[in-house]
Nanobody, 123 residues
């Protein structure tokens, strides 16, 4: 069983930055692929990015603006969000994939999810 707890969401003006954190339980954290997804109001959950020990991948809408990193000693993954836009407004979810290779980009490939944290970007 893996528990995930996100933090760091909030309200920010367009052009600003936020850093989200996701603390994970589990003794083999370094083996998990960790992903970030987001769900805008009334829309489906979209892939933001994912990271594993050998690299990261990002959704097209955030490439060059968002960066995922992880600290295996702290069992924590981070999402640094720069140059935020109003269309980045969403609930952001952290997820762990314990049984899929690489850096999966589909929600069904993740078997553990956090509760989500709201990010609101004002224009």
């Amino acid at each position: 069983q893996v528990q995930l707890v996100e933090s760091g969401g909030g309200l920010v003006q367009a052009g600003g930055s936020l850093r989200l954190s996701c603390a994970a339980s589990g003794r083999t954290f370094e083996r998990y692929a960790m992903g970030w997804f987001r769900q805008p109001p009334g829309k489906e959950r979209d892939f933001v990015g994912a990271i594993r020990w050998n690299g990261a991948r990002y959704g097209d809408s955030v490439k060059g603006r968002f960066t995922i990193s992880r600290d295996n000693a702290k069992n924590t993954v981070y999402l640094q969000m720069n140059s935020l836009k109003p269309e980045d407004t969403a609930v952001y979810y952290c997820a762990a994939s314990t049984g899929v290779a690489g850096t999966p980009n589909f929600a069904f490939q993740y078997n553990y999810w956090g509760q989500g944290t709201q990010v609101t970007v004002s224009s």
